[in-house]
């Protein structure tokens, strides 16, 4: 089994910065990829950001130039850094996980969610 335990989350001013975390451990074979994604109310939950094996990131257009995803390999653990905030940024944020597991080259994984709150 794998887990994901998520943090930093919180209130923050439009034009502030917050760190999220996302920590991943239990049985970790191959990691393909780490992502987040969010989900404001009463929207569906979409892409925010994601970075490969290989270190290829990509990020949806909205967050482009503001947030920057990173990994630290050894914890297992990667990072949503988002600066400049808006409150269209208000969200609940969700990490991913795409694993390689024994029986199929990938499986997601996603945390529990954490609540970013931008005021105006």
């Known amino acids: 089994q794998v887990q994901l335990v998520e943090s930093g989350g919180g209130l923050v001013q439009a034009g502030g910065s917050l760190r999220l975390s996302c920590a991943a451990s239990?049985?970790?074979?191959?990691?393909?990829?780490m992502a987040w994604y969010r989900q404001a109310p009463g929207k569906q939950r979409e892409f925010v950001a994601r970075?490969?094996?290989?270190?290829?990131?990509n990020y949806s257009v909205s967050v482009k130039d503001r947030f920057t995803i990173s990994r630290d390999n050894a914890k297992n653990t990667w990072y949503l850094q988002m600066n400049s905030l808006k409150p269209e940024d208000t969200a609940v944020y969700y990490c991913?996980?795409?694993?390689?597991?024994?029986?199929?080259?990938?499986?997601?994984?996603w945390g529990q969610g954490t609540q970013v709150t931008v005021s105006s």
């Open positions: 991913n996980l795409d694993l390689a597991t024994i029986v199929t080259p990938s499986k997601n994984y």
């Open positions: 239990g049985s970790i074979l191959r990691i393909n990829a």
């Open positions: 970075i490969t094996r290989e270190d290829n990131t």
